[in-house]
């Protein structure tokens, strides 16, 4: 089966400009994570869905960073205004709710290197 | 809050030898699962292997092994007969599981070690 994708692999903006990152999560796989991993750091924690709703926004570094999941399936993170500082590779993960099955493993994708200039 | 912490930006070793990486993580919980994962160049996060803490036994996949020291918060990650294709980023965290089964169950890593295997 299909792993996790996102889309674009690489994008290059200006700042100032809107974008949108799309992840598209494991069949069936309920709970999405968004991480932000900047150069030399580890993944660090934005936001987290389980279904379509975001259970924990706690990550998010403030109000110009949004994420959607309408149908509980594919999900967007808007960075709206982007600054150089949101320049990092933004990566996707997914995890099904059969933790003692899966030992709460997260599936990530490739993720999104996003340059803003 | 956890923090997970890896000492050692760099290793390298030789083709076919052991190496270990290191990991140290904090938290007041006494409930929690440990993972290794690693990222090649192409950024795919990988999982490696994972220890439930309540667990004592250290798991064990193939040529990676753990070594799990919960008194001490550590959770060292040896690897066996190190082949070029180890060569990567590996990156330690800790995820702090819900009870009803699933839940915000988020990782935290640490920063990382970069490891290069040399033919």
């Known amino acids: 089966g299909a792993g996790v994708s996102q889309t674009p692999s690489n994008k290059v903006t200006e700042k100032g400009k809107y974008v949108e990152l799309r992840c598209d999560p494991i069949?069936?796989?309920?709970?999405l994570y968004w991480y932000r991993q900047s150069l030399g750091q580890g993944p660090e924690f934005l936001i987290y869905?389980?279904?379509?709703?975001?259970?924990?926004d706690s990550g998010l570094p403030n109000d110009r960073f949004f994420a959607v999941r309408p149908e509980g399936s594919v999900s967007t993170l808007k960075i709206q205004r982007t600054e150089r500082g949101d320049s990092a590779v933004y990566l996707c993960?997914?995890?099904?709710?059969?933790?003692?099955?899966?030992?709460?493993?997260?599936?990530f994708g490739p993720g999104t290197r996003l340059t803003v200039l | 809050a956890q923090t997970v912490t890896q000492s050692q930006p760099e290793m390298s070793v030789q083709e076919a030898e052991t190496v270990t990486l290191s990991c140290t993580y904090d938290t007041s919980e006494s409930n929690y699962y440990l993972f290794w994962y690693k990222q090649p160049p192409s950024r795919q996060m990988i999982l490696v292997i994972r220890q439930e803490a309540y667990k004592q036994q250290n798991a064990t996949e193939n040529r990676f092994s753990v070594n799990f020291q919960k008194a001490a918060k550590s959770f060292s990650l040896k690897i066996s007969d190190s082949q070029l294709g180890d060569t990567a980023m590996y990156f330690c965290?800790?995820?702090?599981?819900?009870?009803?089964?699933?839940?915000?169950?988020?990782?935290?890593f640490g920063t990382g070690t970069r490891l290069t295997i040399i033919p």
């Open positions: 069949s069936g796989h309920t709970a």
């Open positions: 993960a997914s995890s099904s709710t059969h933790r003692e099955r899966d030992g709460g493993e997260q599936f």
């Open positions: 869905f389980q279904g379509t709703g975001a259970a924990d």
């Open positions: 965290a800790f995820m702090n599981p819900t009870p009803r089964g699933f839940g915000n169950e988020k990782l935290t």
